[in-house]
């Protein structure tokens, strides 16, 4: 690789034999090029991130219709008990899904990257499968919301939307670690769209279930296709074009990983759906669709966190010399993005939950304002997180996401309250805020950190 200078700004050239200059999926940002919009979207890091971004967008405005829909056609009481379901559901599924190790190793690999994603399949699961056969045996732990579950045949569809809502996630990261992430959007929105129908269709035969069938018979019948493109196209593609490119993990490499990364994820995946499942054994079914719906409009705004911090990550693993510049990059994006999203949510939330009902917007409002508030630290200690999984530093990945679950659930469990809703709310703001605050630090030296020489050399940039 050789550097020379156009219109005086230094550039890389790549070799002739790089698959960088040939493939348009992975070309990079060359000053030369016009157009703001084509300058960011030939670098991958804002590529991925984007088309994350669209997808969060897309997915949040169906989500609004959703909740809407629902709102009319489905009484507080079901929408409450449904959510609860849904919520465990998520639960199951994704705290035993191996994302985090897809988008890591996903990027460097080649010649085993279908290995690599059918063990994460099976492994996950599986792993899905016994959680939620355990969370089917303590039933008589978590309240009035989930007491329908004992019946063996919603125990029997428990398990089965369980166990495809693991694999349904996992595609998500495949996509992602793959640089194809412009595709997650795309089947989200079908996803998004199908639900929407469903949830009409259902609501007359089912008006106790139906928000539930909607949400997971289509992720159950869209597996098939999905996976079908994944290993029939994207992950033989991927193999070919990076053949021989850079260092490949070893299975030590991939063994050392797992084991803080994968518990990191879970206290993450945790503090997303654990949360509102101890929040629901706490409260009636009807004051538990007013929260649901706010904590799934500001669970939206996390997902836009979460984009760049995942991004980061694939692009690091690709090229661990540019780590420092894409850290600084993602940072720009992050706040450029989120501050207004922030601002748009905590000041339109009170007149636009009142589409749903005055009751929704009453006591759903002020929860979902100050969840809003949480998104910019916790926005900051993902994209620490996306550095770390780089660096393969998961006992501090392991140690970070767990106390910040361990102190949202403590802080819950203490100021949980049918009447004052949105105290759920200023705990997770303070928990993270301090966590935030003690990894800045660590972040900003990632920004200016220069590439140590073996990895300058171990991959191609």
Not at 261 to 290: E, K, M, R, W
């Amino acid at each position: 690789m050789t550097d020379r200078r156009v219109a005086g700004r230094p550039i890389r050239e790549r070799p002739l034999a790089d698959p960088a200059v040939t493939d348009p999926q992975l070309m990079v940002i060359r000053p030369d090029e016009p157009g703001l919009l084509r300058r960011e979207l030939s670098n991958p890091l804002f590529r991925n991130a984007y088309a994350l971004v669209a997808n969060g967008g897309l997915t949040g405005l169906l989500g609004l219709a959703y909740w809407a829909l629902g709102a009319k056609l489905y009484a507080p009481d079901d929408m409450g008990r449904d959510w609860a379901v849904i919520q465990a559901i998520m639960f199951v599924g994704s705290v035993t899904m191996l994302n985090f190790l897809l988008i890591r190793f996903v990027p460097q690999t080649a010649r085993h990257t279908r290995s690599l994603v059918l063990a994460c399949y099976a492994t996950g699961a599986a792993a899905a499968a016994v959680l939620a056969l355990g969370f089917l045996l303590t039933l008589d732990r978590w309240g009035e919301s989930f007491q329908h579950l004992g019946n063996w045949k919603a125990a029997l569809w428990f398990l089965v939307m369980a166990v495809a809502w693991n694999l349904w996630n996992q595609q998500e990261g495949v996509f992602t670690g793959l640089r194809h992430a412009g595709w997650v959007p795309v089947v989200n929105v079908l996803f998004g769209g199908t639900k929407l129908v469903l949830l009409v269709v259902l609501a007359g035969a089912y008006p106790g279930d139906g928000v539930t069938l909607s949400w997971f018979v289509p992720a159950v019948v869209m597996l098939v296709p999905v996976s079908a493109f994944l290993f029939g196209r994207l992950i033989p593609r991927h193999s070919r074009l990076n053949a021989g490119r850079g260092d490949r993990p070893t299975h030590r490499d991939i063994a050392r990983y797992v084991g803080g990364a994968y518990i990191g994820g879970a206290f993450q995946y945790a503090s997303i759906s654990l949360i509102p499942v101890v929040v629901a054994a706490h409260i009636s079914s009807a004051t538990n669709a007013y929260f649901q719906m706010a904590w799934a409009l500001g669970m939206m705004l996390d997902l836009l966190a979460l984009t760049l911090s995942m991004s980061l990550t694939v692009e690091g693993s690709f090229d661990r010399a540019g780590l420092a510049e894409s850290t600084r990059a993602a940072l720009r994006r992050t706040l450029t993005l989120m501050t207004p999203a922030v601002l748009v949510v905590v000041v339109a939330a009170p007149f636009a939950l009142r589409f749903f009902g005055h009751e929704y917007a009453d006591r759903g409002a002020p929860l979902l304002q100050v969840l809003a508030l949480a998104v910019l630290p916790k926005a900051l200690i993902e994209l620490y997180v996306g550095v770390l999984r780089v660096e393969n530093r998961t006992r501090l990945i392991a140690l970070l996401q767990g106390v910040r679950f361990a102190g949202v659930l403590a802080l819950v469990l203490v100021v949980v309250e049918p009447d004052r809703l949105a105290t759920i709310g200023l705990a997770i703001v303070g928990v993270n805020t301090i966590v935030a605050a003690t990894v800045l630090p660590g972040l900003l030296r990632a920004t200016r950190a220069e590439p140590s020489p073996a990895a300058r050399g171990r991959v191609i940039s």
